[in-house]
């Protein structure tokens, strides 16, 4: 059984920063590209974070987040984190794991954590 466990959400002052964790079990994880998505109230979800598999050599950002977010991988821990710094209102939303490996089409998407930026 596949499972994507979100962690790290919270509430925090403009400014501030969290660090987001997404346990993966199930999957062979360092197959799989991993992303961060997020969605707020009344809109689309968007993309915020992509890291290659394996080696994770490569990564790619939303323009929104572009110096302010970090994303990384631990293999060994089956783990991919989102580190947000100098977070705004506007980065307010249900923040989503998600695990992709086309070679096979396999997707699977995290249950979110909710991440609250005041201002």
């Known amino acids: 059984q596949v499972q994507l466990v979100e962690s790290g959400g919270g509430l925090v002052q403009a400014g501030g920063s969290l660090r987001l964790s997404c346990a993966a079990s199930?999957?062979?994880?360092?197959?799989?590209?991993m992303s961060w998505y997020r969605q707020a109230p009344g809109k689309e979800r968007e993309f915020v974070a992509v890291?290659?598999?394996?080696?994770?050599?490569?990564?790619n950002y939303a323009d929104s987040v572009k110096g302010r977010f970090t994303i990384s991988r631990d293999n060994a821990e089956k783990t991919v984190y989102l580190q947000m710094n100098n977070l705004k209102p506007e980065d307010t939303a249900v923040y989503y794991c998600?695990?992709?490996?086309?070679?096979?089409?396999?997707?699977?998407w995290g249950q979110g954590t909710q991440v609250t930026v005041s201002s």
């Open positions: 199930g999957i062979f994880f360092r197959a799989y590209a």
């Open positions: 890291i290659s598999s394996f080696g994770g050599d490569t990564t």
């Open positions: 998600n695990a992709d490996r086309q070679i096979t089409l396999e997707k699977y």
